[in-house]
């Protein structure tokens, strides 16, 4: 058995299983906190005059993580990291394409952070990021694709 691991790809294999089973899943069934806590949950301006645009919102002092534990996965394909998820799956069985978000090395060791402390929250300015401007705009460009939630609701701080 230890030869089998030795020749054969077995992480690439299970990345791949993963990825298919992700394309497979339907997308995740929120909460109503989830919805208040994310992107889902602030809606355009004419729908609620007092609601900011949450990318404003995020600051390092802002605490931010996952929307649920299983729905991303990182792999590294043909030498690049792509982050897959099931946030915008359609609930027809494989209605849309794969969806994931190319990322670079250094959010990558960030979103491992992210995966370590679920279920707790986290400051952005927490994130093992060089510089203030990519912990923000790594947590917004996750934020609106879904993947995160905001320890608050969006707009509940800020109106």
Request: charged share 20%; aromatic share 8%.
């Amino acid at each position: 058995m230890s030869k089998l691991f030795s020749y054969a790809p077995v992480d690439a294999a299970a990345d791949q299983m993963v990825v298919e089973f992700l394309h497979s899943s339907l997308p995740p069934l929120l909460t109503s906190d989830e919805v208040a806590c994310s992107v889902h949950g602030s809606g355009p301006r004419w729908m609620s005059p007092t609601a900011l645009s949450a990318p404003s919102q995020i600051t390092g002092d802002v605490k931010v993580c996952l929307l649920q534990h299983a729905i991303a996965r990182l792999v590294m394909e043909e030498d690049q990291l792509k982050l897959y998820h099931t946030v915008d799956n359609s609930r027809i069985y494989r209605g849309k394409e794969q969806q994931f978000i190319e990322i670079t090395e250094e959010e990558a060791i960030a979103f491992e952070y992210l995966l370590q402390q679920y279920p707790q929250p986290v400051a952005v300015s927490s994130l093992p990021l060089d510089g203030d401007d990519a912990k923000v705009e790594f947590v917004t460009l996750l934020f609106e694709h879904g993947i995160l939630v905001m320890e608050h609701r969006v707009d509940e701080e800020f109106v």
